[in-house]
């Protein structure tokens, strides 16, 4: 983590601001250390460059080899607490992008980064000279490939934050100073309200405990006259496609509560077995793609499907103006964004800009 991104944080349990403790460092990145909120002691480790704001998010090993440094902390804040960590969910996407690691894939949902990028632009109605320096969200990173990419595309500083372990392997890869992984909770995510100026979610928030709630606590952090962008799985589609779609919504319900090896086999013998049933029928498919979808069909705990007239209600009660529907809208889910432009409450007034 670059040392330029320590103040954006703070507490996700009461947004208190943090105090960084830095163990390691090379150059201006922080590879070690630890944040805390001097108030009520509570602390968030940060290892192999990557802040960590989960309950229990410090190790016994990070413990153990930081002894020294944490116990002069205590004797400095001596209501520090630090909670170790318990064994960690399995139902997070984490083995989806081990998946899209060890098969070394340099596209993700089939596209890449230039076109993922491109639709960005045309999603957010968005020009690439207006981003520069401004601060974007990426709620929900996954791999993080285009995460960076933003920053090296259009000069936006960026924050990738995501559930899964992912962001450990992105902040291996990482080369810019204006990006920064960590990991967290999108329903408690460790930022001030109205902090950034474009947010984006794509794909993410259905995959929550209750997609509304994340979806108030994620508005919550756009800025006054800045956007939010959201896709989402779409409730339309026919009757073959509804049909299909629940079939895989059962596999889901015994797929995510086996442990990670036998997802694995089961995302295996799945994706061996759709393969060979669509070359039977004359359409081959991408291996690689096909089991990236599969595990993104059958492994998380959460999966919801909305409409855009909900979403309106949503990011209307949240204080946006009115919501574009936009062109990324499929069998599969549909694109929103907004401006976050709060209405007058007279009748007949113009929306306030200022």
């Avoid at 096909?290 to 595990?295: H, K, Q, V």
Wanted: charged share 20%; with cysteine; aromatic share 16%.
């Amino acid at each position: 983590m670059h040392i330029k991104f320590k103040d954006y944080f703070y507490d996700p349990t009461n947004n208190n601001p943090l105090s960084l403790y830095i163990f390691e460092k090379l150059d201006q990145n922080v590879v070690s250390g630890m944040f805390v909120n001097k108030t009520t002691g509570m602390a968030y480790a940060l290892y192999e460059g990557v802040a960590i704001f989960l309950p229990n998010s410090f190790t016994v090993e990070f413990v153990q080899l930081f002894k020294e440094k944490i116990e002069s902390i205590q004797a400095e804040i001596p209501n520090l607490i630090i909670l170790i960590e318990k064994l960690r969910t399995t139902w997070s996407f984490s083995l989806e992008w081990e998946a899209h690691k060890e098969l070394n894939m340099s596209t993700t949902w089939g596209m890449s980064l230039q076109s993922r990028y491109e639709q960005f632009l045309y999603e957010t109605q968005s020009l690439n000279e207006n981003l520069n320096g401004q601060l974007m969200l990426d709620a929900g990173c996954g791999n993080g490939l285009l995460t960076e990419y933003f920053t090296d595309s259009s000069g936006l500083v960026v924050i990738g934050i995501d559930f899964s372990t992912s962001v450990f392997n992105a902040e291996k890869r990482r080369k810019s100073e204006n990006c920064c992984f960590i990991q967290g909770d999108l329903m408690s995510p460790p930022f001030k309200m109205e902090t950034f100026n474009i947010i984006v979610s794509n794909g993410v928030l259905h995959h929550t405990p209750d997609t509304e709630t994340t979806f108030r606590s994620v508005a919550n952090l756009v800025k006054r006259n800045g956007k939010f962008y959201l896709w989402l799985y779409s409730r339309k589609g026919t009757i073959y496609w509804r049909f299909k779609r629940r079939v895989f919504d059962f596999l889901r319900i015994i797929v995510c509560r086996l442990p990670s090896r036998g997802k694995k086999l089961a995302v295996n013998t799945i994706s061996f077995l759709l393969y060979y049933a669509y070359l039977l029928c004359g359409k081959k498919l991408d291996k690689n793609t096909l089991t990236i979808d599969i595990y993104d069909s059958v492994t998380p705990r959460w999966r919801y499907y909305h409409t855009p007239e909900e979403i309106s209600r949503w990011f209307y009660e949240a204080g946006f103006g009115p919501l574009s529907v936009t062109y990324w809208d499929t069998k599969y889910g549909f694109g929103s964004m907004a401006y976050k432009v709060p209405l007058l409450k007279t009748p007949g007034e113009h929306f306030i800009t200022d």
